[in-house]
Each structure stands twice: as structure tokens, then as C-alpha cells.
T-cell receptor, first 113, second 116 residues
Framework: DAKTTQPPSMDCAEGRAANLPCNHS???????VYWYRQIHSQGPQYIIH???NNETNEMASLIITEDRKSSTLILPHATLRDTAVYYC??????????????FGKGTKLSVKP | GAVVSQHPSRVICKSGTSVKIECRSL??????MFWYRQFPKQSLMLMAT?????????EQGVEKDKFLINHASLTLSTLTVTSAHPEDSSFYIC????????????FGPGTRLTVL
């Protein structure tokens, strides 16, 4: 079973920031938080990942709470092309079979004009 | 990010035939590749983990004799669906682990299999 909890759906206005929450209250000390997204009928796309520090790249920012029990993915200026299902996944990095990605149901983000 | 390709992107076959799907990591070497299956309106389900040069590890409930996996090189893994039936119709997606500093998995674009 997935170790994360996400809202099933969210709406966001085009041009505004999209903030996608994720709860992972049972996360272990050696588990990372990964975010992927899947646009309809395509393979998942890697977005970002982190351990305990906040992370930022060209796609998004990842904010992880100090206790690491939750995180938020931020798309700073959402566009219509960001409409997708977003998956928050916790996994052990560099760890054999424990490194498998187990997908939950994710959050369906709809960006509206 | 790194690029993973899959071929074919779409295949239609008759019941009882076998179908081979290729997964390639284009700009990195992948000692580990994964195969997923996704039914309509459902999430991805891990089928098996493929390690280069060794036998694949299958998830519970996945028939290893039906879904043959070969990972003969560091950039290529294949999934063969043998004696396909209509219930095998699904979206098959591979991923490859870039075990460098970031240890990140990158996914292929998927293969839509329709068994008539």
C-alpha cells in the first residue's frame, strides 16, 4: 500500500500557484519524498524529490515540514499543460527492492483558464 | 531529465499471440528497470523488477511464465506478453533507474496493448 495520502482532486487558476499537499506521517528517516506527474495516456514524469531540506528546480518547489510528516509541491505559475495527476511517493533511495516506486491514487490537478 | 523510450507505442494483436515490448534508457545505463501496468482510471501497478544479467523479480499475483522479462544489457529490457488474452489489454509502462547521485527512476511513454 502507498504510504502517502493526497486529496483526490484540486483546481487551480491559470497563472496562479498550485500547492499540492501530501501527508506521509509514517515516513522513515532514510526515505525520500518523490513527486511525479502523469498527463493523460503518457508515462509518469519526474518532477522533484527531497529528504528533509526544501528543494527547487525548473519545474517546481518542494517544501517538507520539519517533522517530515508532510510536504507540499508548488507549481509557481500553473499553465493549462500542468493539468495532470500528481503522485507523491516515499521510498528509500539506493536501496534494492525497497527502492521501488509504489503509486497511490494521486491528486488530479485541473488548471482552468 | 534522462530519457527512456518504449516501442511500440501502440499494438493491437489477436488473442493467443505473443507481443514484445522494448524499453530503452537512451542516455544513461540502467542496472535496474521496472515494468508497470495501468488499467483505465487506475493507478500504476508494479509488475516486476528487472536487473541486468539476472532473473526478474515478480510482484505477487503476476505470472512470470506469462510476462517474460529479459534485461540483457544496461540499456535494454523487454517484456513479452505470451498467449495474450483480452484481459491483458492495458497500458504497459517501463521505468529505468538512474543509480547515479540522485537515484531517480525515469519512465517511458508507455505502450497501449489491445488484445482482440
Amino acid at each position: 500500500d502507498a504510504k502517502t495520502t493526497q486529496p483526490p482532486s484540486m483546481d487551480c487558476a491559470e497563472g496562479r500557484a498550485a500547492n499540492l499537499p501530501c501527508n506521509h506521517s509514517t515516513i522513515s528517516g532514510n526515505e525520500y519524498v518523490y513527486w511525479y506527474r502523469q498527463i493523460h495516456s503518457q508515462g509518469p514524469q519526474y518532477i522533484i524529490h527531497g529528504l528533509k531540506n526544501n528543494e527547487t528546480n525548473e519545474m517546481a518547489s518542494l517544501i517538507i515540514t520539519e517533522d517530515r510528516k508532510s510536504s507540499t509541491l508548488i507549481l509557481p505559475h500553473a499553465t493549462l499543460r500542468d493539468t495532470a495527476v500528481y503522485y507523491c511517493i516515499v521510498r528509500v533511495a539506493l536501496g534494492g527492492s525497497q527502492g521501488n516506486l509504489i503509486f497511490g491514487k494521486g491528486t488530479k490537478l485541473s488548471v482552468k483558464p | 531529465g534522462a530519457v527512456v523510450s518504449q516501442h511500440p507505442s501502440r499494438v493491437i494483436c489477436k488473442s493467443g499471440t505473443s507481443v514484445k515490448i522494448e524499453c530503452r534508457s537512451l542516455d544513461f545505463q540502467a542496472t535496474t528497470m521496472f515494468w508497470y501496468r495501468q488499467f483505465p482510471k487506475q493507478s500504476l501497478m508494479l509488475m516486476a523488477t528487472s536487473n541486468e544479467g539476472s532473473k526478474a523479480t515478480y510482484e505477487q499475483g503476476v505470472e512470470k511464465d506469462k510476462f517474460l522479462i529479459n534485461h540483457a544489457s544496461l540499456t535494454l529490457s523487454t517484456l513479452t506478453v505470451t498467449s495474450a488474452h483480452p484481459e491483458d489489454s492495458s497500458f504497459y509502462i517501463c521505468s529505468a533507474r538512474d543509480a547515479g547521485a540522485t537515484d531517480t527512476q525515469y519512465f517511458g511513454p508507455g505502450t497501449r496493448l489491445t488484445v482482440l
